[in-house]
């Protein structure tokens, strides 16, 4: 991973376009090719990105990032390099779930008409360059859906989820993609954040996708 410190300008060319002015930022820049542009807030979500497969061309004052698929550009001009530095950090053991939430992913694609009939599964952790989707899958129209699987979600799965769907809505191969966020609980903080941002919300009942009967029933 190479990390450049630099005071830059950013503009976005492509579907829209987009332009950070001149300031201090931090570029990241990774062994996928992926780049994406930060400031010193909005937690660890980048001001602007392009997602792998993608191509740097550094010239003096310019550095140009190139999308090998849509041609889409993030230009940034350099008015001066602060800090540059590139550290080798090897093959990543990847985010180990624990025992519930894994199996909640497993029986969520095995049972994945739980979430609408019609509906069929793409794949299990589809990678995307910031991380991996729990469940790719497709509507009963044949949308793309990526689906974020917790115990207990809060605003933070929302956010995560969030960041996944801007990222996958930039690849004209799967877009556009809607959002589902299934958990055992969800906070109502939640809810209330994704159904704003157009997340649909699904309590699972965790036994049921087992197949075991409840039994804790009055009658």
């Given at each position: 991973m190479r990390l450049v410190i630099a005071r830059c300008s950013v503009d976005y060319v492509g579907k829209l376009t987009a332009h950070l002015p001149m300031a201090p930022r931090l570029i990241l820049i990774k062994?996928?090719?992926?780049?994406?542009?930060?400031?010193?807030?909005?937690?660890?979500?980048?001001?602007?990105?392009?997602?792998?497969?993608?191509?740097?061309?550094?010239?003096?004052?310019?550095?140009?990032?190139?999308?090998?698929?849509?041609?889409?550009?993030?230009?940034?001009?350099?008015?001066?390099?602060?800090?540059?530095?590139?550290?080798?950090?090897?093959?990543?053991?990847?985010?180990?779930?624990?025992?519930?939430?894994?199996?909640?992913?497993?029986?969520?694609?095995?049972?994945?008409?739980?979430?609408?009939?019609?509906?069929?599964?793409?794949?299990?952790?589809?990678?995307?360059?910031?991380?991996?989707?729990?469940?790719?899958?497709?509507?009963?129209?044949?949308?793309?859906?990526?689906?974020?699987?917790?115990?207990r979600a809060g605003i933070d799965a929302v956010e995560q989820l969030t960041r996944y769907l801007e990222l996958m809505n930039r690849d004209p191969l799967l877009a556009p993609v809607g959002g589902v966020l299934a958990a055992q609980s969800i906070a109502p903080q939640a809810k209330t954040l994704a159904e704003d941002r157009g997340i649909r919300c699904v309590t699972l009942d965790y036994d049921e996708l087992r197949g075991i009967e409840r039994t804790d029933t009055l009658f």
């Open positions: 062994a996928d090719s992926s780049v994406s542009i930060h400031a010193d807030d909005r937690a660890f979500k980048p001001l602007n990105w392009m997602n792998p497969p993608c191509k740097l061309r550094e010239e003096e004052g310019t550095w140009t990032v190139t999308h090998g698929k849509t041609g889409e550009k993030l230009v940034l001009t350099m008015e001066e390099i602060i800090h540059d530095t590139s550290h080798e950090l090897g093959v990543d053991p990847g985010l180990i779930k624990d025992g519930v939430e894994a199996h909640l992913q497993e029986l969520l694609a095995e049972h994945i008409t739980t979430l609408g009939a019609g509906w069929t599964l793409v794949r299990r952790e589809y990678m995307t360059a910031i991380g991996p989707v729990d469940i790719l899958c497709r509507d009963h129209t044949g949308a793309s859906v990526a689906v974020e699987l917790k115990r």
